[in-house]
């Protein structure tokens, strides 16, 4: 079976919900018999307004609260017209009783959230706990909604209550699930449906414990539920579907010709990330990489482009391989990302030249200003340190200054080139390296991991060092050997 996530973009209102409707039910049709998995988010916004619910209530400003709840039920009515408006005439009488459900259903979680928010704004205290049966409102009504477009089509669906589909720790705004108990609830009340060709629709981002206390795994946790749910009933593919096509190889307002990345391997993902590509969060998605599951990112706009797949290693390279034996036939880069507004340190030490406890000493004041570090090189006596918080700049400087000299650079940019083809191809690096023959770079780095290489230049050059090594990057459509 499929999961098929969609986010708060692709349910924002009525059209984003034909739009979904039409994904699924082709997909439901083009494949009898194995009905996926529907997983969706709150409409757009809608979690952040429940968050200000919540902070309003922990201020104990009742008004606020009730005029808040009062404008989400609102909304959620109003689409509920739009979605009935839309179906039209196709509207039968089984129907119509399901759409009356659904209002009571809409009416009612706003009313309890009124109640639950109005009586913590009497004592001016929201707990973790309270938070999250909050945040929860906004999937557990969306999906509700989804069903019903659904089901309107004459899409055979079924609602599941996220609160007993995904059983989790109680660790509130930032659950973990338990994978044995949850597919054990999905084994009861989800897979027989998706057996019986029913499509299953289901609020991401909820939870509860064995108890059945209401938990959220954390904002855009709604990935995240799709990956858990997809390793627990052993999908074939997880498709999230948002308003993007998918990874790029570059920003394209800085480079000519970003393409889309077809394939690109968990690892790799998890190096964009850090630089904004914000399409998903790769720890999101662990669950699904650790059962080999490929997932797939895809625009709800344009069903019919493929979009991105990611996947626990890409054809061709070899997690944990190296060698010209795993070479792939055409080596490139997958993608190049930069990250501007980066203020670059060097420290040197001559007092402490050679001495041990140097780097310890040096980062230990970072840390106790709770300031990130993003690039590292060093040399025998010098370490050059980037970050991008400086909020803590001069309180730093002058505590470095007790020990070591200090020069310090505003106005740089990071730029990095990954690919898992740079441990398969050792000659990679060297191209790389080489594309940006003449420019002043001020650091560079190889991780660990060594699929990025990564450059600190001036923030005037970044744009122009993207596109020499985007020049670097793989052939887009990748030979699957
Ligand atoms: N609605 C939740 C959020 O906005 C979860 C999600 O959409 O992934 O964070
Ligand atoms: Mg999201």
């Not at 004041?365 to 918080?389: A, G």
């Amino acid at each position: 079976m499929t999961v098929m996530k969609f986010g708060g973009t692709s349910v924002a209102d009525a059209p984003a919900i034909a739009r979904l409707v039409a994904i699924v039910g082709d997909r439901w049709r083009a494949h009898p018999g194995e009905a996926p998995l529907v997983v969706v988010s709150a409409l757009a916004g809608v979690t952040d307004r429940l968050m200000a619910v919540a902070d309003e209530a922990g201020a104990g400003r009742g008004g606020a609260v009730s005029d808040a709840v009062r404008d989400l039920e609102r909304r959620h009515l109003q689409l509920l017209d739009d979605i009935l408006a839309a179906a039209g005439a196709t509207t039968d009488a089984r129907t119509a009783t399901t759409a009356d459900e659904v209002r009571r259903e809409i009416a009612a979680s706003f009313d309890r959230l009124g109640q639950v928010a109005g009586a913590l704004s009497v004592v001016g205290e929201v707990s973790p706990r309270s938070r999250d049966a909050i945040a929860a409102t906004g999937e557990l009504v969306s999906s509700r909604l989804v069903r019903l477009a659904l089901t309107l089509a004459g899409i055979d669906a079924a609602w599941a209550d996220a609160r007993s589909a995904l059983v989790t720790s109680g660790e509130f705004g930032a659950a973990t699930p338990d994978m044995t108990a949850t597919r054990e609830a999905l084994a009861a009340s989800v897979a027989p449906h998706l057996a019986r060709g029913t499509v299953v629709v289901v609020g991401g981002y909820v939870g509860a414990t064995r108890e059945g206390i209401v938990t959220t795994l954390g904002r855009g946790g709604s990935d995240y539920s799709a990956a858990i749910f997809g390793a627990a009933l052993g999908a074939r593919e997880i498709q999230i579907w948002t308003d993007v096509d998918g990874m790029l190889t570059a920003d394209p307002r800085l480079v000519d010709h970003a393409d889309l990345v077809d394939t690109l391997s968990f690892g790799e993902a998890a190096e964009l990330a850090y630089f904004g590509a914000k399409v998903l969060h790769p720890s999101t998605i662990l669950p699904a990489i650790e059962h080999d599951i490929p997932v797939r990112i895809l625009n709800s706009r344009h069903p019919e482009r493929q979009g991105s797949r990611i996947v626990a290693a890409r054809p061709g390279g070899r997690p944990g391989g190296a060698g010209l034996a795993a070479a792939p036939a055409r080596p490139g880069l997958t993608a190049v990302a930069a990250k501007r507004g980066v203020t670059r340190l060097d420290v040197s030490s001559t007092r402490m030249l050679m001495a041990h406890g140097f780097l310890a000493r040096v980062f230990a004041i970072f840390e106790r200003h709770r300031t990130p570090v993003d690039v590292v090189t060093t040399s025998e006596v010098s370490v050059s340190v980037t970050i991008d918080d400086t909020r803590a700049l001069d309180a730093i400087v002058s505590e470095l200054r007790a020990f070591c000299e200090v020069a310090v650079e505003p106005g740089m940019a990071i730029v990095a080139a990954v690919g898992d083809d740079l441990r398969d191809d050792p000659t990679l690096a060297s191209r790389v390296l080489g594309a940006l023959a003449g420019m002043r770079v001020a650091m560079v780095s190889q991780g660990g991991s060594r699929r990025n290489i990564t450059f600190v230049l001036s923030e005037a050059d970044a744009a122009a060092a993207m596109r020499r090594l985007h020049g670097e990057r793989r052939p887009a459509r990748e030979a699957t050997a």
